[in-house]
């Protein structure tokens, strides 16, 4: 299997840090897919981001860079491995449902941006 | 004299005895402000008004009564600032209510007075993705204090704050505590309530203390750990005293060495040596060391930097410019609204994880990338948990280089996401780790700090907490 060289640094010396996973790992089979690809421009706009020319382009470069090293997961056997969401051993909480102490109106708005008759303002939503 | 620079349990001993007030602890962390934050930068902003009314109110009775503590500026204390160091909350922004964790110091006794720097949104490992200002190295002001906990851990480094707490993502407690000299505790997950902590990654966050001594770390998370019924993830599990087995040691215990933290590539030869001159003086004190190997590390650092982007995309939605923080308006709607805010409001980190988090949770690709991630992270934490079956704790280096140079390869990210490979699995398998300073490295005029990390099961604090003050003993007594 071919290595994955990641450019590092000792001290500003460069060095080259392969992580490619070790074909002695117990589940490493061969890749199972191609070179990831992605829109930057595309994917900013589902993130509800505006980004410059010159920001699209960087990011172009580096979220590729960045994707090409993440895709190593793509040689690790994982048929029948429970996926795992969280850590801890807690599956459901459940409480008494009784009311409690929130924060007041004048604490909720004090942050916002712009308030009217003691709610948020935004600016118009649905085109008439 | 300035008290800054003495550890919280010393203080209490001088406080119970009437050696010394809140007032002059409190009025000596603000005169160390005024004399050194220009040149460190690791607060973004402090108190002393509020601060020295409520040392003239503290109760000594209490655990931490009168101790002046330091928050990150991503934990909430009512009234205050929480600006995550993100232009998108600097300003007005101030918390309308406590986190769970400020509502124990208090109750403790502790006065909260200042916010310390981070990375933006805590995303980073040098404090150089803060928006709002550089922290430095107080070893060398030249290099980065680590992160993204770098105001908290420089501040105590400096004298200028007794402690701290910091959140730790995928090291964020642990590698600046370990690049400044201090010490560094990540709790297990679940141990320590979230609520009030401005959500990162939530699977992977956790608050904890940086002090200057392990008692330090013991006294401070018997104060915030325990169940919270405003977290439905903080586990209501019985917290012990973690002072109480802290001089034990480590004769007969088994201290598992990772051989893959001691790869020959990556790793600065100058901190293998401070490390392994440790790992001889457990075993001389009686520890028994033993071989372990962890050969998912390698794909770690691509699992985590899949699940905390696209837990983080979910995450900073809520910035929408709606409800707090600052709005870019041009008029043409609710959309360009938000799309405006949120291009003023990040920085340049914040929106490449914003983008590779959407991306890999988008239709088509969360199969191939997210799923697999979460399934690569039970591998994972199974290692750990048969590592654990064989040895109390892990012991190895904390971060694979020295503390590098502000602005070092500033262009390209993925450098300094490698650097997290021996602290970013603790996070993805939610078990604890601790930072104590091993030694330091002299290079280029500057005696720079070397961590030693202990790693330990999912809620065995008093485990990693005696190994670290085993190995304060065997250091200090040269």
């Known amino acids: ?35 990831p690809e992605i829109d930057v421009g595309y994917v900013a706009g589902l993130a509800r981001l505006d980004l410059t020319e010159e920001e699209t382009a960087q990011f172009q470069k580096q979220l590729s860079e960045i994707l090409a090293f993440v895709d ?22 459940f409480r008494e449902d009784e009311t ?24 118009k939503v649905v085109d008439s | 004299m300035n008290l800054a620079t003495t550890s919280i349990a010393t ?15 409190v009025e000596s962390v603000g005169t160390a402000i005024s004399a050194q934050n220009e040149t460190i930068g690791g607060y973004l ?29 991503n934990i909430n204390v009512e009234d205050h600032p929480c600006s995550c160091a993100s232009r998108f909350l600097e300003g007005g922004y101030l918390s309308p209510y406590d986190a769970t964790v400020s509502t124990r110091l208090k109750e403790a006794g502790a006065v909260l007075y200042g916010r310390t720097n981070l990375d933006e949104f805590a995303m980073g490992s040098s404090t150089e993705n ?19 906990s770098g105001g908290s ?4 480094a400096a004298d200028m704050a007794v402690a701290a707490l910091g959140s730790d993502t995928g090291g964020s407690i642990r590698q600046p505590a370990s690049h400044c000299g201090v010490v560094g505790l990540k709790p297990s997950y679940g141990r320590v309530s979230r609520y009030g902590l401005v959500a990162f990654a939530s699977s992977l966050d956790q608050i904890g203390p940086l002090t200057r001594t392990v008692e330090d770390s013991a006294l401070l998370l018997r104060v915030i750990a325990g169940g919270d019924k405003r977290d439905s993830t903080c586990l209501d599990a019985e917290v012990p005293d973690y002072t109480a087995g802290l001089q034990r040691g480590v004769s007969g215990m088994k201290l598992g060495v990772p051989r893959e933290y001691f790869a020959d590539e990556g790793l600065d030869p100058a901190v293998r040596a401070r490390i392994e001159e440790a790992l001889g003086k457990f075993e001389a004190e009686g520890a028994e060391l033993v071989d372990i190997s962890l050969p998912s590390t390698s794909f770690a650092v691509a699992t985590y930097y899949i699940l905390a982007p696209a837990e983080a995309s979910s995450n900073l ?11 870019v308006d041009n008029g043409e709607g609710v959309i360009a609204m938000y799309r405006g805010s949120r291009a003023r409001g990040f920085g340049p980190e914040v929106k490449r994880r914003i983008i590779l988090g959407t991306y890999v949770l988008s239709s088509g690709y969360s199969g191939k990338y997210y799923l697999r991630a979460q399934k690569a992270r039970t591998l994972i934490q199974q290692e750990y948990q048969q590592a654990f079956q064989r040895v109390d704790a892990l012991v190895g280096p904390v971060s694979p280089t020295l503390p590098r140079r502000i602005g070092e390869f500033a262009d390209n990210p993925l450098q300094d996401y490698l650097a997290d490979i021996y602290t970013i699995s603790a996070n993805l398998a939610g078990i604890c780790g601790l930072s104590v300073p091993c030694g330091t490295v002299e290079r280029e005029g500057s005696a720079l700090p070397v961590g030693l990390q202990i790693l330990g099961p999912h809620l065995a604090e008093d485990v990693i907490l005696r190994v670290g003050r085993a190995w304060e003993i065997i250091r200090d007594e040269e």
Do not use: W
Request: with cysteine; hydrophobic share 35%.
């Open chain 1, 1 to 35: 299997m071919p290595g994955f060289p990641v450019p590092g640094s000792i001290n500003g010396e460069l060095y080259t840090l392969n992580l490619e996973l070790s074909p002695e790992h117990p589940r490493v089979s061969e890749r199972q897919s191609a070179a």
């Open chain 1, 72 to 93: 190593t997961l793509s040689s690790l056997e994982v048929e029948g491995v429970e996926p795992t969401a969280h850590p801890a051993p807690i599956l459901d909480c």
């Open chain 1, 100 to 123: 409690d102490k929130s924060l007041t109106r004048e604490q909720f708005l004090r942050n916002a941006p712009d308030t009217a008759l003691d709610q948020v303002r935004v600016p």
């Open chain 2, 11 to 25: 203080l209490r001993r001088m406080l119970l005895a009437g050696e010394t007030t809140p007032r002059e602890i």
């Open chain 2, 45 to 73: 902003s402090s108190d002393f008004e509020k601060a020295l009314v409520d040392a003239e109110a503290a109760d000594l009775a209490r655990p931490l009564g009168g101790i002046p503590i330091a928050l990150k500026d």
């Open chain 2, 130 to 148: 803060s928006a709002l200002q550089q922290t430095r190295n107080p070893h060398a002001h030249d290099r980065i204090p680590g992160g993204s």
């Open chain 2, 153 to 156: 851990a420089a501040v105590v």
């Open chain 2, 317 to 327: 939605s809520r910035y929408d410019g709606v409800r707090y923080g600052n709005r």
